[in-house]
């Protein structure tokens, strides 16, 4: 029965759900569910849901069922993973999928079980849940199984982490949740504080995704954004520029630094040489942030690098652990249905 049942990989995320299969990424969509407030009915779900955001009348409400990284809304979640497992496999599967699902480093028991819970309930014969950390660096093609150390640093929407992978297993790893949305909200609260303007959640994504930068460029290029005036509450535009969203971003980047330097001071010293030597790699949507890579260069004496595929890790490494669940199996979290 098995020959016949798919194995998915998941990057449960905050922002986005990632599934790889096969080979390849099978889905790629954002974490987020529209619902009919009386009757509680899902209407929309991933990027339909998305497009829906801010836009709606009181009777539908579009939320997160993630935050930090890990479920805040239990029923939603489940209900939404199995949408995007009914979308891989086909309504009429015969034969339930396998999924190996990840989850920040250091998250309660209690949130893994959650994890664990909604992906059984959601459809799947059998779900493993991996670290963050590791899976990572196994869909970022690192050499995980043998004893050099590797460092990985996951920059997601929820949450941030960061490890030292060695002989298939993590040695030091640790997570924030700051990450992606927390940028987000620092560009809010800057543009409303400098031009009295009050700007959407998905306004300030965008301007970081187009214009942002971690450290101010050569180019300063500009953007401009509307929102409504704090003090007419007309609407009103004003201009940003990439320097302007550097200043921003200071004060959640500079969390972000201080926990990938607590584990270099946590990582033994023969592995510290090998990450001077190797450098770090940088995925999870936030490494496609401009001068990132030089930001932690410069912070953290370790040369920093952006995986080939950033978006794509955590799920590919999902997928590969799957594919070689005996090995990883003593380096994964023991879970009970």
């Given at each position: 029965m098995?020959?016949?049942?798919?194995d998915?990989?998941?990057?449960l995320?905050?922002?986005?759900?990632?599934?790889?299969?096969?080979?390849?990424?099978?889905l790629?969509e954002?974490?987020?569910?529209?619902?009919?407030?009386?009757?509680?009915?899902?209407?929309?779900?991933?990027?339909?849901?998305?497009?829906?955001?801010g836009?709606?009348?009181?009777?539908?409400?579009?939320l997160r069922?993630?935050?930090?990284?890990?479920?805040?809304?239990?029923?939603?979640?489940?209900?939404?993973?199995?949408?995007?497992?009914q979308k891989?496999?086909?309504?009429?599967?015969?034969?339930?999928?396998?999924v190996?699902?990840?989850?920040?480093?250091?998250v309660?028991?209690?949130?893994?079980?959650?994890?664990?819970?909604a992906?059984l309930?959601?459809?799947?014969r059998e779900?493993f849940l991996i670290?963050?950390?590791l899976?990572?660096a196994?869909?970022a093609?690192?050499?995980?199984?043998?004893?050099?150390?590797?460092?990985?640093?996951?920059?997601?929407?929820?949450?941030?982490?960061?490890?030292?992978?060695a002989?298939?297993?993590?040695?030091?790893?640790?997570?924030?949740?700051i990450?992606?949305?927390?940028?987000?909200?620092?560009?809010?609260?800057?543009?409303r504080k400098?031009?009295?303007?009050v700007?959407?959640?998905?306004?300030a994504?965008e301007?970081?995704?187009?214009?942002?930068a971690?450290?101010?460029?050569?180019?300063?290029?500009?953007?401009?954004?509307?929102?409504r005036?704090?003090?007419?509450?007309?609407?009103r535009?004003?201009?940003?520029?990439?320097?302007?969203?550097?200043?921003?971003?200071?004060?959640?980047?500079?969390?972000?630094?201080?926990?990938i330097?607590?584990?270099l001071?946590?990582?033994p010293?023969e592995?510290?040489?090998?990450?001077?030597?190797r450098?770090?790699?940088?995925c999870?949507?936030?490494?496609?942030?401009?001068g990132i890579?030089?930001?932690?260069?410069?912070?953290t004496?370790?040369?920093?690098y952006?995986?080939?595929?950033p978006?794509?890790?955590?799920?590919?490494g999902c997928?590969k652990a799957?594919?070689?669940y005996e090995?990883?199996k003593?380096?994964l979290?023991?879970m009970?249905?």
């Open positions: 098995a020959w016949f049942s798919k998915i990989g998941i990057d995320g905050t922002v986005n759900v990632l599934c790889y299969e096969s080979g390849e990424i099978v790629h954002p974490s987020i569910v529209a619902i009919q407030v009386d009757e509680q009915k899902i209407v929309a779900v991933g990027q339909e849901a998305k497009e829906m955001q836009r709606t009348p009181e009777t539908i409400e579009v069922p993630m935050r930090d990284g890990v479920i805040a809304d239990y029923e939603v979640t489940e209900r939404m993973l199995y949408y995007f497992i891989i496999c086909g309504p009429f599967r015969l034969f339930k999928p396998r190996m699902v990840s989850v920040p480093y250091g309660t028991s209690v949130e893994s079980r959650a994890v664990h819970q992906a309930q959601a459809g799947s779900a670290p963050e950390p899976a990572a196994i869909g093609g690192l050499p995980t199984s043998t004893p050099t150390g590797n460092m990985i640093v996951d920059l997601g929407g929820g949450a941030s982490e960061a490890g030292i992978i002989v298939n297993g993590i040695v030091v790893a640790n997570s924030i949740r990450g992606g949305m927390k940028l987000d909200d620092a560009i809010v609260a800057y543009v400098k031009y009295g303007l700007i959407g959640e998905p306004t994504e301007a970081k995704i187009r214009i942002g971690a450290v101010p460029m050569e180019e300063d290029l500009t953007m401009e954004v509307q929102g005036d704090q003090v007419t509450g007309l609407p535009t004003a201009t940003l520029t990439t320097s302007e969203l550097a200043e921003a971003m200071i004060e959640p980047l500079n969390s972000i630094i201080g926990m330097k607590s584990v001071e946590k990582t010293p592995l510290v040489s090998d990450t001077i030597d450098g770090m790699v940088v999870g949507g936030g490494a496609l942030l401009r890579d030089k930001l932690l260069t410069k912070e004496g370790v040369p920093a952006v995986a080939d595929n978006l794509a890790c955590v799920a590919i997928g799957l594919e070689n090995l990883l003593p380096n979290p023991r009970y249905s």
